[in-house]
């Protein structure tokens, strides 16, 4: 079955600096890798999400890289703010039709700091 | 857009007491629906999922237990409960040709 590795477990910052969080999955037919993100007491919340047919994909301050061969994955956040301050998790999972079931990595305690 | 509701927010329950968790999902049809668990501090643990009206699969061995009484309708239960079912319990749903799972609010449960 798929495992989600996710580094750094915690992860400081100042504002304006940029913040990495890896992941690597290990199930080749793995082909969908969303990121979510949760505050304190929320829900998580997904904020991008990648296909295997992609390398790259950015929004706004968020990019996710997907490299397929060695089997990692990647979120970038830039210009960090103090409200990125949160909790991000990682997930993969196969989707060939019906459900899918995300297997998540631990998460990471992103803190940023004015 | 789907949305998902729970209820209750917050409960405090006693050992051994039963247990009761709703979720509901509006805006979408043949939902697949999961249930998560994740303790304080902790990542998410899945529990169970549903691809269907009466079809349950169970993740992890408990005392917890799963329905699905209606299309858009999934309930967790428990006949007595444990200290250790403590935690912020997830309902979650993906459905449609691009498969995004979503949450719902939550509910948070303390058993004392």
């Known amino acids: 079955g798929e495992n989600v590795e996710q580094h750094p477990s915690t992860l400081s910052v100042q504002e304006g600096d940029s913040a990495v969080i890896k992941c690597t999955y290990s199930?080749?037919?793995?082909?969908?890798f969303p990121w979510y993100k949760q505050e304190l007491g929320k829900r998580p919340q997904l904020i991008i999400d990648?296909?295997?047919?992609?390398g790259e994909k950015k929004d706004q301050r968020i990019a996710v890289t997907l490299n397929k061969t060695a089997k990692h994955f990647s979120l970038h956040i830039t210009e960090t703010q103090p409200e990125d301050s949160a909790v991000y998790f990682c997930?993969?999972?196969?989707?060939?039709?019906?459900?899918?079931?995300?297997?998540f990595g631990a998460g990471t305690r992103l803190a940023v700091h004015p | 857009s789907q949305t998902i509701h729970q209820w209750p927010a917050t409960l405090v329950q006693p050992v051994g007491s039963p247990l009761s968790l709703e979720c509901t999902v509006e805006?979408?049809?043949?939902?697949?629906l999961y249930w998560y668990r994740q303790a304080a501090g902790r990542g998410l643990q899945l529990l169970f999922y549903?691809?269907?009206?009466?079809?349950i699969s169970s993740e992890v061995p408990q005392n917890l237990s799963a329905s699905r009484p209606q299309d858009r309708q999934f309930i967790l239960s428990s006949k007595k409960l444990l200290l250790s079912d403590s935690g912020f319990y997830l309902c979650?749903?993906?459905?449609?040709?691009?498969?995004?799972?979503?949450f719902g609010p939550g509910t948070r449960l303390t058993v004392l």
């Open positions: 997930a993969a999972t196969l989707v060939s039709g019906g459900y899918n079931k995300l297997i």
């Open positions: 199930d080749s037919a793995s082909n969908y």
């Open positions: 990648i296909r295997s047919n992609v």
């Open positions: 805006g979408t049809s043949n939902p697949n």
């Open positions: 549903s691809v269907g009206i009466g079809q």
């Open positions: 979650a749903s993906n459905s449609g040709t691009y498969n995004e799972q979503f």
